[in-house]
């Protein structure tokens, strides 16, 4: 058999990630002197909450070499292979930290550096099951993954750029000149990146704009594609569903994978976020 392994900035609920057989590893949130793992002692309400009502900037802490090799240890001890998939190395050392672990286990694990965040993680890992399904081997499955994944695209419209500011991503002036403006900035995720795509005043616009840049890239409705939103509400993303049922012609919007971002990703991107998730034709 093979099993998988991920890290918590998949954004999966605790109940999907045993529903699909899935084995989560939590990242460390710290809060100022507060220490928590993400999912486990810290709820995505509770995240938000504190992103939003103190004015400490939450920080992750990476996974370490040796909790990986516990928990691939476990699996390859049951007699499995294993495929781990890790945050964009280009954020974080999980995938430095799977690696180091991995090379205790020659020929049973492998790993695969997603270069994605949140759903874009989790659309790899449904195009991984359905290849298991298929009957391909761990390294028919990863070989096929290296490739695919450079296909992938993660696109959202941030509801401010105050949480970018925060972070360091962006300077004072730009944040406090888009909170006046009303800007919504459009952001996409390939490459192991964040990259701005433009800018819109207003989420109408803002969401016009996002519909535009999902369009160009042609979504592969044949592979697996999925919705995030962030903070406590999915009434805008449930909005965005609705304006945009063109680009998703033939797909039943109730069948849509919609996940809710978690520390990872919500800490930048802060609460009002939508996006989407997909392969590329």
């Given at each position: 058999?093979?099993?998988?392994?991920?890290?918590?900035?998949?954004?999966?609920?605790?109940?999907?990630?045993e529903?699909?057989?899935?084995?989560i590893?939590?990242?460390?949130?710290?809060?100022?002197?507060?220490?928590?793992?993400?999912?486990?002692n810290?709820?995505?309400?509770d995240?938000?909450?504190k992103l939003?009502?103190?004015?400490?900037?939450?920080?992750?802490?990476?996974?370490?070499?040796?909790?990986?090799?516990?928990?691939?240890?476990?699996?390859?001890?049951?007699g499995n292979?294993?495929?781990?998939?890790?945050?964009?190395?280009?954020?974080?050392?999980?995938?430095?930290?799977?690696?180091?672990?991995?090379?205790?286990?020659?020929?049973?694990v492998r790993?695969?550096?997603?270069?994605?965040?949140?759903m874009?993680?989790?659309?790899?890992i449904?195009?991984a099951?359905?290849?298991?399904?298929?009957?391909?081997s761990?390294?028919?499955?990863?070989e096929?993954?290296?490739?695919?994944k450079?296909?992938?695209?993660?696109?959202?419209?941030?509801?401010?750029?105050?949480?970018l500011?925060?972070?360091?991503?962006i300077?004072?002036?730009?944040?406090?000149?888009?909170?006046?403006l009303?800007?919504?900035?459009?952001?996409?995720?390939?490459?192991?990146?964040v990259?701005?795509?433009g800018?819109?005043?207003?989420?109408?616009?803002?969401?016009?704009?996002?519909?535009?840049?999902?369009?160009?890239?042609?979504i592969?409705?044949s592979?697996?594609?999925?919705?995030?939103?962030s903070?406590f509400?999915?009434?805008?993303?449930?909005?965005y569903?609705?304006?945009?049922?063109?680009?998703?012609?033939?797909?039943?919007?109730?069948?849509?994978?919609?996940?809710?971002?978690g520390?990872?990703?919500g800490?930048?991107?802060?609460p009002?976020?939508?996006?989407?998730?997909?392969?590329?034709?």
């Amino acid at each position: 058999m093979i099993k998988i392994i991920t890290d918590s900035t998949s954004d999966y609920t605790m109940e999907e990630a045993e529903e699909k057989g899935l084995v989560i590893l939590p990242l460390r949130v710290l809060f100022g002197e507060e220490e928590y793992l993400d999912r486990v002692n810290l709820s995505v309400d509770d995240f938000y909450n504190k992103l939003i009502e103190t004015d400490v900037f939450p920080k992750t802490s990476q996974i370490t070499p040796f909790t990986y090799e516990e928990a691939m240890e476990k699996e390859v001890e049951a007699g499995n292979e294993v495929l781990v998939f890790t945050v964009s190395s280009k954020l974080s050392g999980c995938y430095q930290s799977a690696m180091t672990a991995a090379s205790s286990f020659e020929d049973k694990v492998r790993v695969i550096d997603t270069l994605s965040v949140s759903m874009g993680i989790q659309i790899l890992i449904d195009r991984a099951m359905a290849l298991i399904e298929e009957g391909k081997s761990l390294d028919e499955i990863a070989e096929c993954l290296e490739e695919e994944k450079k296909l992938v695209r993660v696109v959202a419209l941030l509801d401010t750029l105050e949480y970018l500011k925060k972070g360091g991503r962006i300077s004072s002036t730009k944040a406090i000149a888009g909170k006046i403006l009303g800007i919504k900035p459009v952001i996409s995720f390939d490459g192991g990146e964040v990259n701005l795509l433009g800018t819109a005043r207003g989420s109408k616009s803002g969401s016009n704009l996002l519909m535009k840049y999902t369009e160009e890239n042609a979504i592969d409705l044949s592979k697996p594609f999925g919705m995030v939103y962030s903070g406590f509400s999915d009434v805008l993303l449930k909005k965005y569903i609705n304006d945009s049922a063109r680009l998703y012609e033939g797909k039943n919007p109730d069948d849509f994978v919609i996940s809710r971002l978690g520390a990872c990703v919500g800490t930048y991107a802060g609460p009002g976020t939508i996006g989407v998730a997909y392969f590329t034709k």
